[in-house]
T-cell receptor, first 116, second 109 residues
């Protein structure tokens, strides 16, 4: 298993452009998380899906950000329009969540986004 | 609100020296605490969790509810322990992780 797959690995774009980040979770996992890492704020949750349904989107900064999970094997995070302050590393993670205690989240390699 | 604090951005020790990476948290209720590690050019991965009470790669961490701490310890550091370490918590009602700001551990030869 290749683990969580993210694409692209690096993205450089200009302010105002639309950016789409992609994630393929580990097969069989039912939960997917998008995190953002910046120098100022560290690693923070953007949105969390369970069984393809958004459960917690309290970390989504504003209307410019949107995330979808059309099926169990694919998710996108879109920024439109992008701004320089969106520059960060975006991580996708997946896990199997059932009732009871926490299960390990497996992280992708991240997408480094630079908005000029 | 839940919060995780790692007071040290960088911890530099010599090989063979003891290591303690500090982590304090605030949470209403009973959280689950974790340490994640990111080695150079590798993905963020789980190192250990308080529930399992196990030692991984010689590291241990004890949850102290009175002091709301979950410090990571190793008696004798190795050069391969050099990495970025993140303390994180999760709660029964929220599966997503809340991370601390991370501590970079440098183990010098």
């Amino acid at each position: 298993d290749a683990g969580v797959i993210q694409s692209p690995r690096h993205e450089v774009t200009e302010m105002g452009q639309e950016v789409t980040l992609r994630c393929k979770p580990i097969s069989g996992h039912n939960s997917l998380f998008w995190y953002r890492q910046t120098m100022m704020r560290g690693l923070e949750l953007l949105i969390y899906f369970n069984n393809n349904v958004p459960i917690d989107d309290s970390g989504m900064p504003e209307d410019r950000f949107s995330a979808k999970m059309p099926n169990a094997s694919f998710s996108t995070l879109k920024i439109q329009p992008s701004e320089p302050r969106d520059s960060a590393v975006y991580f996708c993670a997946s896990s199997w969540e059932g009732t009871g205690s926490y299960n390990e989240q497996f992280f992708g390699p991240g997408t480094r986004l630079t908005v000029l | 609100a839940q919060r995780v604090t790692q007071p040290e951005k960088l911890l530099s020790v010599f090989k063979g020296a003891p290591v303690e990476l500090k982590c304090n948290y605030s949470y209403s209720g009973s959280p689950e605490l974790f340490w994640y590690v990111q080695y150079s050019r590798q993905r963020l991965q789980l190192l250990l969790r308080h529930i399992s009470r196990e030692s991984i790669k010689g590291f241990t961490a004890d949850l102290n509810k009175g002091e709301t701490s979950f410090h990571l310890k190793k008696p004798f550091a190795q050069e391969e322990d050099s990495a970025m370490y993140y303390c994180a918590l999760s709660g029964p009602g929220r599966r997503a992780l809340t991370f601390g700001s991370g501590t970079r551990l440098q183990v010098q030869p």
